[in-house]
């Protein structure tokens, strides 16, 4: 409903303009703070002051005197509060809010015939996913997922690096050693295992003879010299590398859940003869200079100091070179790119764009997500020796401080629940992985954050658990009224829920496909997060003030429809965000 009173408030607002002389072409509509009871407000009277030679409270006034509500559905009136012009809602914005909470797709916005290719994660195939890198695939799920409920065509793409120095190592190193060369594994699982090769293989290219080494490094050349040259026994010598630690580390993300329509690997750019094409047109470049045994891409005109390196003296492509290949092959294939990237990648992503530019692409359609990397409060992560903290083993310890909490708490409260240890361990579940995604997705990307168990998983302030239990509260009150998926034949008019909260609980429910908009338009998923809160917090009160189960005819009938509303609010808002919506807690 959101949105169409904005469309209404835009049309009004530009006919007033335009019947007393002013231009229409910034209508100056936003959110009001949180003590204007208005849904929209416009601010266009301190633009129009200079030219109208009136203070700004004098001109919001004149445009609030011209704006004609006849024909409009959901604005009420409009007063104003010193310069700026406030619109409210009429009856009917709640009536329809209600009503359209009654759908589970709630919020779900109206599809756009646009396509859009999300990248994400897209971490190198050499061992299991850390937690350093966990921020990119959280973030990249939600992302997607916001697109797809703003009503995009949407693909989750992981790019896998399968040409580069570290999976010729790999293979090198795996074809090499045996298994009584390596530790025991650190869990049962693919990467778990292959990663031992990597990590033994590093050590030997540090540690043993020269003699020894310069005979690796010649293998290792050779590996990446066939990927280049697209031999075939190479590529499937190196794919058996690739595939077998991307099967393992797709286990572990399925875990968050983070789910790709497309495992894209870069030597497809290779074998396909793009990235030579894209060599030849950058070589034909006036920016394009050989120096220092390398071909590279002078990008100054673009404010970038930092040459592009894009073919080395013996005729090898780099990652950027094949990255090339690859987004002109996204351009031909969706119509919007966004890719997710950490903070370390972005020289890489701003020399990507200019030589895109150059080579004649439309970079607009391309958007990056730059991220800062999480940390625990212990300090900084590294993988390259093993010395990290894994996502796995974050992910097992969530669920268990989760089972930890709910025990507690249901020992508190001198109560057994009827829920089966099945029941116990799904609740744990959701409410763990839940809670370590919501508090990282809940920031905003650039931020560098600390990961704190006790944030996390507090279930009094605002985290997941705090958002998890407004669900399994609204499920309960409508399975004590048998009512759990019943949606009665008339529906009660709006007018029925007159006290403040219930008011407060529909506007903020009316708020949902705003912020999906706004979380889609912007890329800012923690967006919804913070919506998440607002409505929590705005069922909170009305849990607080207006009983449901005691209430009698269609007062009662009204707020059921307002808990059911609440109830589609809550699960497709925190499934955006990759959250469960438990039943119980």
């Given amino acids: ?85 406030n619109f409210h809602p009429g009856e009917a914005y709640f009536d329809a809010t209600l009503e359209a909470g009654q759908d589970e797709a709630f919020g779900r916005l109206d599809a756009r015939e646009e396509s859009v290719v999300v990248e994400h994660t897209s971490a190198n195939p050499t061992g299991p996913v850390h937690v350093g890198r966990a921020r990119n ?94 031999d075939e026994a190479t590529y499937e010598r190196v794919s058996e590398v690739v595939d077998t630690v991307l099967a393992g580390m797709r286990e572990c993300l399925l875990r968050l859940p983070a789910e790709f329509d497309e495992f894209v690997k870069e030597t497809r750019f290779i074998r396909d003869g793009s990235t030579d094409e894209v060599v030849d047109r950058l070589r034909d470049l006036d920016e394009s200079v050989y120096e220092e045994d390398a071909w590279q891409l002078d990008l100054e005109a673009y404010g970038i100091e930092k040459r592009l ?83 796995d083993d974050l992910l097992d310890e969530a669920v268990a401080r989760a089972r930890e909490e709910y025990e507690k708490r249901a020992e508190d409260r001198l109560r057994e629940d009827d829920l089966t240890e099945a029941d116990v361990e799904r609740i744990a579940e959701q409410v763990g992985i839940g809670a370590v995604r919501y508090d990282i997705v809940s920031k905003q990307p650039t931020k560098s954050i600390t990961f704190r168990w006790e944030e996390a998983l507090d279930f009094e302030a605002q985290s997941a658990p705090y958002v998890q239990y407004v669900h399994a509260r609204c499920c309960g009150i409508l399975d004590e009224a048998g009512e759990a998926g019943a949606v009665p034949d008339r529906l009660p008019d709006a007018s029925t829920l007159d006290a403040a909260e ?76 990759g959250v469960a919506a438990p039943d119980s807690m």
């Fill in 502 to 577: 219930e008011r407060e609980l529909l506007l903020t429910l009316a708020r949902f496909e705003g912020a999906v908009e706004r979380a889609a338009d912007e890329l800012e998923p923690h967006r919804i997060a913070t919506y998440t809160r607002e409505l929590a917090e705005a069922f909170n009160a009305f849990y607080r003030e207006c009983p449901v189960l005691r209430a009698e005819g269609e007062r009662r009938e009204a707020r059921l429809a307002l808990v059911r509303a609440s109830r589609h609010a809550v699960a497709n808002a925190l499934g955006l965000l």
């Fill in 137 to 230: 695939p959280i973030i990249g799920d939600a992302v997607a997922n916001v697109l797809d409920f703003a009503g995009y065509d949407v693909e989750r793409h992981y790019y896998v690096n399968d040409a580069g120095r570290q999976m010729a190592v790999f293979t090198w190193a795996y074809e090499t050693f045996d298994e009584a060369d390596l530790p025991e594994p650190e869990r049962d699982r693919a990467e778990y295992e292959m990663v031992r090769y990597y990590r033994k293989g590093n050590e030997f290219l540090e540690n043993a003879d020269p003699d020894e080494v310069e005979a690796a490094e010649t293998e290792i050349a050779a590996i990446m010299r066939g990927l280049e040259e697209g």
């Fill in 309 to 391: 390196v894009f073919l080395r003296s013996d005729g090898t492509s780099l990652y950027t070179t094949r990255d090339l290949a690859h987004h002109e092959w996204k351009f031909e294939n969706f119509d919007r790119a966004v890719t997710v990237l950490g903070e370390d990648h972005k020289l890489q992503a701003d020399q990507l764009r200019a030589a895109l530019d150059l080579l004649g692409d439309d970079v607009s359609q391309l958007s990056n997500v730059i991220y800062s990397y999480v940390n625990l409060p212990e300090g900084k992560m590294s993988t390259r020796r093993g010395t990290g903290v894994n996502l």
């Fill in 1 to 85: 409903m959101f949105t169409a009173f904005r469309d209404e408030v835009a049309g009004a607002l530009a006919e007033a303009l335009a019947g007393a002389g002013y231009p229409t072409d910034d209508l100056g509509i936003e959110q009001p703070p949180p003590d204007v009871p208005a849904v929209l407000a416009s601010s266009v009277a301190f633009r129009l002051a200079g030219e109208a030679g009136a203070p700004p409270p004098q001109v919001a006034g004149e445009i609030a005197d011209a704006v004609d509500l006849a024909g409009l559905t959901y604005v009420g009136r409009v007063e104003t509060r010193g310069p700026y012009v």
